[in-house]
């Protein structure tokens, strides 16, 4: 018995440590220990046997195997329920504590209604033991952490919040009695915090939260490194994406890229533990260096996700299949950003995955089918394939609809997005009334979102104002068209002031369409003066990127040449793009 209990005792110090191969087999020596004394007096050791189950249930979860951690997980709990019925005071904490780490488990497992049932079950007994006794508070705060988790999982956002909320405020008030024991939980809740707010497009709160989680897991480091760099890693990639969300692109990537090699080094102790961290970061790292125009390295980084997803999959195809799916959307968008038409096969492929899961999970997933749909259908206007691609987005659109009734904090932004192509869809197809009333409706969903946050969507209003102008030129409505392009200008002007190397190329363009839509209406000296300064713009841009710049360029310098003709200065067309500049400012 007592190699048994020290065994126990071991275990949870390994698992602390990340010693988790090791951990998991002293914890099956233990059980099996346990198993033969419960044999001959289960009265007596049949509580240690259900603890030391519950410590395997962990070991073999670290491990990422979580059907065997489940199997072990739900044995430990019909032998806390028997017990409770002969000795509640005794044992409804640990019954607590498991039916906690049960929904942890069915969450991995992506059994989210199930893994909900779980944690809360378990916070209305921990709730119970906390009135009587508040020794038990931060098992509550715990699972309340846990509870947020859930409730996101099934996109129950506003409840999510809620509920880490309420942790939070528990464990502060820990941390001020107990800093040694409970800052590691603070750190912990302040992260998911972040990525609650996160999902409320509450962007700048985010942020604070996830830099306060990790000023206190750098000092946790600091200590023992061994506990917490995976976690400060995982935190250092929640604050690359919480920085991309504000636009702040090259921060963003230096925050993820700190994390990498923290990961690498995690992965190459002990693969079996941190090679989902490792996928997840890298997937992380692709979009950040897109948001860059840094698509070949997108590409790569992205590919060396699905790789270890696929491998994973391959293992457990439950727990990693939603990962998979979210990464081959991303493949996708990288292919489309480097004009490879591969895109449209990998964006199906997760497309075909995000259903699957959507006729298990709907509640889950099928904000990831809507996003996966419209991204689809983008890849196909690009392929000329108009029909398919506007059934492709109205059915995005559609799902979207559903759950901006739900949920219109989180999902008016994707709304907005998809009702834009919708518009420039509808456009290709020259159904130009149509288009006008869906980027209309996109305009007026981006402007309640600025009033909201206009460092975030800025610069989505100003792109679908440009894309008004010109259906209002198309349908000949040129006064109404100047109006909105001149509004677009103004706001690009704005953001190319605090970031040119992001907007310069988008206020190049709405500078060319304004020119287009003055010279309609006569007034070719203010025309050209927009056309010069596209072009000007585009001359700089091309510098920097020929590839992606030259044919935009090249267009604006044939429209000057269209506006200098209806000067009637024929005779000094200019052969090149420069030459055009400096003849027209003689």
């Known amino acids: 018995m007592k190699t048994a209990r020290f065994l126990g005792w071991i275990v949870l110090h390994l698992g602390f440590i990340g010693r988790f191969i090791e951990a998991r087999d002293c914890a099956f020596d233990a059980v099996l220990m346990w198993r033969s004394l419960v044999a001959e007096d289960p009265d007596s050791h049949t509580p240690n046997l259900a603890d030391q189950l519950g410590d395997l249930g962990v070991s073999l979860s670290d491990l990422n195997l979580h059907q065997e951690s489940l199997a072990i997980t739900q044995e430990s709990i019909t032998l806390y329920r028997s017990l409770v019925d002969k000795d509640s005071t005794s044992y409804t904490p640990d019954l607590g504590r498991q039916l906690g780490n049960l929904g942890i488990l069915l969450s991995d497992l992506n059994q989210h209604e199930e893994s909900l049932r779980a944690t809360q079950e378990s916070i209305t007994l921990h709730r119970s033991i906390v009135d009587e006794n508040p020794a038990y508070t931060p098992d509550l705060a715990r699972q309340l952490g846990n509870l947020g988790n859930r409730l996101s999982n099934l996109n129950r956002h506003e409840e999510s919040l809620g509920a880490v909320q309420e942790s939070l405020t528990l464990y502060r008030s820990l941390v001020e009695k107990n800093p040694t024991s409970y800052t590691p939980n603070l750190a912990s809740q302040l ?8 999902k409320l497009n ?31 890693a995982l935190q250092l990639c929640n604050l690359g994406v919480r920085l991309s969300n504000l636009n702040r692109y090259e921060e963003s990537l230096a925050a993820t890229q700190e994390s990498i090699p923290i990961c690498r080094s995690l992965v190459d102790k002990n693969p079996a533990s941190y090679t989902p961290q490792l996928a997840h970061q890298l997937g992380s790292l692709g979009a950040q260096l897109s948001d860059l125009d840094r698509h070949e390295e997108s590409l790569c980084v992205t590919q060396e996700s699905i790789t270890l997803y696929r491998s994973l999959v391959g293992k457990n195809p439950a727990s990693y299949t939603p990962d998979l799916a979210c990464q081959l959307g991303n493949l996708g968008i990288s292919f489309v950003n480097l004009n490879r038409h591969e895109s449209l096969g990998v964006t199906q492929e997760s497309i075909t995955l995000y259903r699957s899961l959507v006729d298990k999970n709907p509640a889950s997933y099928t904000p990831q089918l809507a996003r996966q749909l419209g991204s689809l259908g983008v890849q196909l206007s690009n392929l000329d394939r108009h029909e398919e691609s506007l059934g492709t987005t109205q059915e995005s659109i559609t799902l979207y609809r559903s759950l901006v009734d739900k949920d219109p904090a989180s999902y008016t932004p994707d709304l907005a997005n998809q009702l834009g192509s919708l518009g420039v869809q509808l456009s290709n197809l020259n159904r130009y009334e149509e288009s006008l009333g869906a980027t209309q409706e996109s305009i007026t969903l981006y402007r309640t979102l600025v009033d909201r946050n206009s460092a975030s969507y800025t610069p989505d209003l100003a792109s679908q104002l440009g894309n008004l102008g010109v259906w209002l030129s198309n349908l000949n409505r040129y006064e109404e068209s ?105």
């Open 482 to 586: 100047l109006g909105v392009l001149q509004e677009s200008i103004s706001l690009y002007r704005s953001l190319v002031s605090n970031d040119p190397a992001s907007y310069n190329s988008d206020l190049a363009y709405v500078l060319d369409d304004l020119g287009q839509c003055l010279s309609h209406l006569n007034r070719l000296t203010e025309s050209r003066e927009a056309i010069q300064e596209s072009l000007l713009l585009y001359e700089a841009l091309v510098i920097e990127n020929p590839t992606l710049h030259s044919h935009n360029r090249d267009e604006v310098h044939r429209h000057l040449n269209k506006c200098l003709l209806g000067w009637g200065r024929d005779t000094e067309l200019p052969e090149t793009a420069q030459e055009s500049i400096s003849d027209t400012n003689e």
């Open 191 to 198: 992260g998911n915090l972040g990525v609650r707010l996160s």
């Open 202 to 232: 509450r962007y700048k709160e985010s942020l604070a939260a996830t830099q306060e989680s990790i000023i206190l897991y750098r000092s946790l480091v600091d200590k023992n490194p061994a506990s917490y760099t995976h976690r400060l």
